[in-house]
C-alpha cells in the first residue's frame, strides 16, 4: 500500500472511530437514548432550550469536536517527538507527518477526510 492510501486509511478511522463516534453519542443524549445520569442530566437540560439555542449549542459542538481534532494532528506535527505513523514491509515505522503537507489540514476543504469520509457534514 502507498503512503498516500495509509494517510488516507488513517483519515478514514480518525474521522469513523474518533469524530463520527463523538457525534453518534452527541445525538444519542438529545434523542434521550443514553442513560447514564451524567448523559439524562444533558439531555434534560438541552430539552429546555428553544430550537435556536438548540441550532447555537448543536454549531458550537460541531465546531468543537472538529477544533480538537484539528489541535490534536497538530500536536503531531509540532512535536517530533511524539509520533504518528503505520509500520511498513520490514516493520520500518513511517511517520505520518512526514506523509503529508499539513496533517491538520488533511481533515478540511472539499478533499479533507471531514468531507470524504463523514456521515456528518
Do not use: C, P
Not at 29 to 51: R, V, Y
Not at 103 to 111: C, H, W
Request: overall charge negative; glycine content about 6%; cysteine-free.
Amino acid at each position: 500500500m502507498k503512503a498516500n492510501d495509509k494517510l488516507n486509511t488513517f483519515g478514514e478511522l480518525l474521522i469513523e472511530n474518533v469524530r463520527d463516534r463523538t457525534i453518534d453519542k452527541y445525538n444519542r443524549i438529545i434523542e434521550g437514548k443514553m442513560k447514564d445520569a451524567n448523559s439524562l442530566k444533558l439531555h434534560t437540560f438541552i430539552s429546555q432550550l428553544d430550537e435556536n439555542a438548540k441550532s447555537i449549542l448543536h454549531r458550537v459542538i460541531m465546531d468543537t469536536i472538529d477544533n480538537q481534532l484539528f489541535n490534536t494532528l497538530t500536536l503531531f506535527e509540532q512535536n517530533e517527538e511524539y509520533l504518528v505513523g503505520y509500520l511498513g514491509e520490514k516493520e520500518v515505522f513511517h511517520n505520518l507527518v512526514d506523509e503529508s503537507d499539513g496533517l491538520a489540514g488533511e481533515l478540511l476543504g472539499d478533499d479533507g477526510w471531514i468531507k470524504k469520509y463523514s456521515k456528518y457534514e
